[in-house]
């Protein structure tokens, strides 16, 4: 037969057994306990995917003779540290004597603005045709660049499904052919991009680039782009 001690023994045994059962199921998990997901940007993925690829604008020259046939290489470059991209053009004739040289870099401005801020590299020649081998950027850094201040193009996207936008008025400076200032408008489409640079004197007189408009750059395959490949 059970004595009283006996009962309330078991008795503040079970009310503690619940009670810790009940804390168990209350407490919160411990910041360190919890896995924070950082939410993925898909507009800027969808635009740094779009970037990429190689382009020309052999058919508007072919259509205009005032536009020259340009070949535009964008190739993906140190996947581990953000939206970089190494820029190439040249005219399609001469692609192993590039005149511009870049990498941009896409970055969230704010709700509605991509940035793609631009760099220039180091000893550019280096990297002349690098890429169609964008692995061999790993022996550079992004701090090895030099960022073009003022030139970052913002970009939003557009209900046809691009994206489009330009630089800030003026605050690109530049040298070239005697210009004060250029700009860079651009729109991003799956199939092409578009892109007009310009270049303006202290007065805001056009002293280099297209006028009629922008080059309209058509994507193809790289193999397209390089047939002796």
């Not at 190439?88 to 590039?98: H, L, T, W």
């Not at 008025?169 to 007009?196: N, P, Q």
């Amino acid at each position: 037969m059970r004595t009283l001690p006996n009962i309330l023994g078991i008795f503040l045994f079970l009310l503690t057994v619940m009670s810790c059962k009940e804390q168990a199921q209350t407490e919160p998990v411990s910041d360190e306990a919890q896995t924070v997901v950082e939410p993925k940007d898909a507009v800027l993925d969808k635009l740094f995917t779009m970037m990429q690829g190689s382009f020309n604008s052999g058919k508007q020259a072919q259509a205009d003779s005032s536009y020259f046939d340009i070949s535009l290489h964008m190739a993906p470059i140190w996947p581990e540290q953000g939206n970089f991209l190494y820029v190439e053009q040249a005219v399609s004739a001469n692609q192993d004597q590039p005149y511009r040289q870049r990498v941009y870099k896409l970055e969230r401005m704010d709700d509605t603005r991509i940035g793609s801020i631009v760099y220039e590299i180091p000893n550019d020649s280096l990297w002349i045709g690098k890429w169609k081998t964008p692995e061999a950027f790993s022996s550079l850094s992004p701090d090895d660049l030099e960022i073009r201040q003022g030139c970052t193009v913002f970009l939003q996207a557009t209900a046809d499904g691009g994206f489009s936008g330009s630089t800030n008025e003026m605050s690109c400076l530049s040298s070239l052919r005697g210009a004060s200032y250029a700009t860079s408008k651009v729109s991003v489409y799956a199939d092409r991009i578009e892109s007009w640079d310009q270049g303006f004197d202290a007065e805001g007189n056009q002293v280099w680039g297209a006028e009629k408009g922008g080059y309209v750059f058509d994507k193809a395959d790289a193999t397209e782009s390089n047939p002796s490949e």
